[in-house]
């Protein structure tokens, strides 16, 4: 089986950094595509970036977080990353990793089979 756990949530200010991880147990991660989604009080999960398997694909973007966010892996420590710059009052929300194993990335949240916890981002003015 697959676990996920995210983590690296805080408070950030506008304008500024926060990195989050995205720590995978299990067997062939490599073979999972991932992605991060985040949900907002009273708003609908948003999927924002989805990370290939496959070391030469390519990642896809939300458009809210395009040019701002960047969604890294490293196999070889079975670990994912959302760099998060510029951040905006509308980044508040609680993130998640997500994985599946597929041909094709995805921003549907239903395509995922595993999911972490979340983790709180907070921003501040």
């Known amino acids: 089986d697959v676990q996920l756990q995210a983590s690296g949530g805080g408070s950030v200010q506008v304008g500024g950094s926060l990195k989050l991880s995205c720590a995978v147990s299990?067997?062939?991660?490599?073979?999972?595509?991932m992605g991060w989604f985040r949900q907002a009080p009273g708003k609908e999960r948003e999927g924002l970036a989805c990370?290939?398997?496959?070391?030469?694909?390519?990642?896809y973007y939300a458009d809210s977080v395009k040019g701002r966010f960047t969604a890294t892996r490293d196999n070889g420590k079975n670990t994912m990353y959302l760099q998060m710059d510029r951040v905006k009052p509308d980044d508040a929300a609680v993130y998640y990793c997500?994985?599946?194993?597929?041909?094709?990335?995805?921003?549907?949240?239903?395509?995922?089979?595993?999911w972490g916890q979340g983790t709180q981002v907070t921003v501040s003015s």
């Open positions: 990370v290939p398997s496959r070391s030469d694909g390519k990642t």
């Open positions: 299990g067997h062939s991660f490599d073979e999972y595509i």
């Open positions: 997500a994985a599946f194993r597929g041909l094709y990335c995805s921003n549907y949240g239903g395509h995922y089979e595993y």
